[in-house]
Structure formats: C-alpha cells, structure tokens
T-cell receptor
C-alpha cells in the first residue's frame, strides 16, 4: 500500500471548518483514499473514502486533487466532539487488502 | 454502519496467564477480520489477518504462538494472548470487513479491548 504523510497536528475553532490535508504522491490507480478517526481510547471510526471524485456524506467532504497525489478532508462545522486523531490511508482493493495506519493528524477543536 | 463488538472492553490479568478477546460482527458476515495492537500515544499496528476457516496470516515480528487467532465462524474471531507478560499490556482492536460495502467491502472497527498484565 502507498504511504501517506500528514502534519502531526492542527487546531481549529468550534463552528469553523477544519481542513485536514494528506499527501499520497505514490498512490496507484486502483487505490482508494480512506479517512478514519480515533477518539481517545476508542476504536477507529470510518469517515469517508474516494477514488478520484470528490465525495460528501453526513460527516465530511473529501476533496481529491486531479492528479490524486493529495487530498483534503473537510469537517464543515467542527465541534468539540470532533477532537480526535484523523488517519488518511490509501488502500488496495481485494478481499484481503489491509488498512495500514500511519501516525495521523491530531485535530484539536477549541471552544 | 455495520457494528463490530469486542469483549471484554477491559481485562486485568496476572503475568503468565492467558487472555481471550472476542470480536463479533453483529449484523453482517465477515469472511476477513483484522487484529491490531496500539500502545499509548502510538498508531495502530496490524498484527494479523484472520480468514474464516483458515489459518491467520501474521505480520512480520508478531509471534503466532503467542497470539493465537481463531476465526471459526463468519461472525466471530478470537485473539488469545498466551502466557501474558506486562509488555503485552496494550489496546487490542479488531476490524471486520462487510463484503456488501463498496471498494471490496468496508472495514469497521470494534471498540477495543484494553489489556493490563500485572
């Protein structure tokens, strides 16, 4: 699986949009970009994924650049409960394809 | 989304004993489950891939005789930490693939099991 790089941390004000960047310059054509988050002492939670088109769901939006070498996860209105470690992962398809976690980015939402 | 449940959520045991952790997919059948370990302030580290009805595939550096994995049914995988020692104290997390999801099946995670070995 391709590796990803994320800044170690960022913060944003409650109610504002949080834009979390991710670089995946070695991504292959059949690899998806996945975002998970982990709130302290809990299992990771799926947020969103995409291949090349931008995606939006009830939690977030995912913007993938045209060359697919980077992406941005957008939390449109961050709340205190969004404080967590966010992991950007690229993953091959296939029955046994694995999720390999990097260090992620720690998002701190301040009041 | 799909639900994956782990039990127990916390366990404390004495050094030298064995501990079993269960991972269940509650509303889907999971042919593949994954086991992770997470030490404090670190990321999740994949330990093994568990396929129903066959032997687990362990990641490099993970002792298969130390961490026994059984995936006897499509909804249950177990991880047994044998002869546990204090250095095995960690947060153990399982995930299961829902084959009905997109991209070859979505992965959902359990709540995690915190093991403390005294």
């Amino acid at each position: 699986d391709a590796k990803t790089t994320q800044p170690p941390s960022m913060d944003c004000a409650e109610g504002r949009a949080a834009n979390l960047p991710c670089n995946h310059s070695t991504i292959s054509g059949n690899e998806y970009v996945y975002w998970y988050r982990q709130i302290h002492s809990q299992g990771p939670q799926y947020i969103i994924h995409g291949l090349k088109n931008n995606e939006t769901n009830e939690m977030a939006s995912l913007i993938i650049t045209e060359d697919r070498k980077s992406s941005t996860l957008i939390l449109p209105h961050a709340t205190l409960r969004d404080t967590a470690v966010y992991y950007c992962i690229v993953r091959t398809t296939g029955a046994n394809s694995k999720l390999t976690f990097g260090k992620g980015i720690t998002l701190s939402v301040r009041p | 989304g799909a639900v994956v449940s782990q039990h127990p959520s916390r366990v404390i045991c004495k050094s030298g004993t064995s501990v079993k952790i269960e991972c269940r997919s509650l509303d889907f059948q999971a042919t593949t489950m994954f086991w992770y370990r997470q030490f404090p302030k670190q990321s999740l580290m994949l330990m093994a891939t568990s396929n129903e009805g066959s032997k687990a595939t362990y990641e490099q550096g993970v002792e298969k005789d130390k961490f026994l994995i059984n995936h006897a049914s499509l909804t249950l995988s177990t991880l047994t930490v044998t002869s546990a020692h204090p250095e095995d104290s960690s947060f153990y997390i399982c995930s299961a693939r829902d084959p009905s999801g997109l991209a070859d099946g979505e992965l959902f995670f359990g709540e995690g099991s915190r093991l403390t070995v005294l």
